[in-house]
Nanobody, 121 residues
Framework: QVQLVESGGGLVQAGGSLRLSCAASRRTFTTSPMGWFRQAPGKEREFVASISSGSSIINYAVSVKGRFTISRDNAKNTVYLQMNSLKPEDTAVYYC??????????????WGQGTQVTVSS
């Protein structure tokens, strides 16, 4: 079992920046592809970004490409989401997730509790 704990959410004005962190509880995190997802009120959860275990493969949703950057530090068992040029439509609960197997894919097996990001106009 892997426990994931997000932090770094908060309230920011449009155009501002936030950096989310997700700390994993287990060393096997280093072999797990990781992802960030978000869910806005009344909407389904959507993919934001993903990163392979060695950071060689990175994917972004079209809506955040060029503004958000996903990265990871395997020595610290932590994945990050740097969010710049934030817009009110980025307001959501942000979740990090981990896959149980080493290959990239759409299914994530472990989820954090989420952190709220609110962008005011």
């Amino acid at each position: 079992q892997v426990q994931l704990v997000e932090s770094g959410g908060g309230l920011v004005q449009a155009g501002g920046s936030l950096r989310l962190s997700c700390a994993a509880s287990r060393r096997t995190f280093t072999t797990s592809p990781m992802g960030w997802f978000r869910q806005a009120p009344g909407k389904e959860r959507e993919f934001v970004a993903s990163i392979s275990s060695g950071s060689s493969i990175i994917n972004y949703a079209v809506s955040v490409k060029g503004r958000f950057t996903i990265s990871r530090d395997n020595a610290k068992n932590t994945v990050y989401l740097q969010m710049n040029s934030l817009k009110p439509e980025d307001t959501a609960v942000y979740y990090c997730a981990a896959r149980a197997i080493a290959t990239m894919g759409d299914r994530y097996d472990y989820w954090g509790q989420g952190t709220q990001v609110t962008v005011s106009s």
